[in-house]
């Protein structure tokens, strides 16, 4: 399995079960992370979305910079806006766990492309 294949295997697997935990718990996950049912929709979905991605290298490469992009995004709003406008949890802890994973997808989907493109 190649690099792509992989972040989006793990990350995804994490996005999933973030957002299957917050579902069973309710309550902020790990004591670290605010959460409401849209948040842990949304983590699911991502996550859902990046382990379709590892069905092959050229998905993998999309999703992994989309879903990226798409958290560093929702990260950088996070810092105007802590409830996200009234519709879910952006501030806190949730900045850096979206800005690190999104940095790290975004990266990969980007790197991955021009090692693909080389060969």
Known sequence: MDTARLVAAVLGAVYALLGLIGFALGTPVFGL??????????????????LYGMT?????????????????????????????????????????????TGAVLFANGIFETDEASAS
């Open 33 to 50: 992370f605010e959460v409401n049912d849209l948040a842990n929709l949304v983590h699911v979905v991502i996550g859902l979305s990046l």
């Open 56 to 100: 092959s290298t050229d998905t993998a490469i999309r999703i992994t910079r989309r879903i990226g992009a798409i958290l560093v995004v929702l990260a950088l709003l996070g810092f105007f806006s802590a409830d996200g406008f009234g519709f879910m949890p952006l501030g806190g802890n949730d900045i850096w766990l979206r800005l690190s």
